[in-house]
């Protein structure tokens, strides 16, 4: 049912655990499933991640996924890590069953919300091609 790199991800994640000093977190859950996600950053003033954790509770799926999408952002910049899709991190995990699809979705906005909390605590704009920050932001609440 599970590739080999989902059960090593499982059996053996990565980054797990929380940032003390973060400045990025993000927290994603799926009522359906009971999955919740929550990503830790630290970002330098280059934007570059330079550290990344997370605790999941939830199945195997969740926490493999999880441990692969920090795995692909760590040393990565901000608009680099906004790049990653739930699909990367499926074929880096050598895929996953249809009914858990839904894990590296929740992975994929985890990353993003951390980012989002990131950008929104430094005054920086979130969405690509605004000019302002968040608080006047013609994107908010979309």
Excluded: W
């Excluded at 919300?113 to 969405?127: E, F, L, P, T, W």
């Amino acid at each position: 049912m599970y590739s080999e790199k989902v059960m090593d991800h499982f059996e053996n994640p990565r980054n797990v655990g929380e940032i003390k000093n973060a400045n990025a977190v993000g927290e994603v859950g799926n009522a359906k499933c009971g999955d919740i996600m929550k990503i830790y950053m630290d970002i330098d003033e280059n934007e570059v991640i330079r550290d990344v954790k997370f605790k999941t509770f939830g199945c195997g799926a969740a926490i493999a996924t999880s441990s692969m999408a920090t795995e692909m952002v760590k040393g990565k910049t901000v608009d680099e890590a906004l790049s990653l899709t739930n699909k990367a991190v499926m074929e880096a995990l050598d895929g996953l069953p249809p009914q858990k699809i839904h894990c590296s979705v929740l992975a994929e906005e985890a990353i993003k919300s951390a980012i989002d909390n990131y950008r929104g605590n430094s005054g920086k704009s979130v969405h690509e091609g605004c000019k302002s920050d968040c608080s006047s932001c013609p994107h908010a609440g979309k």
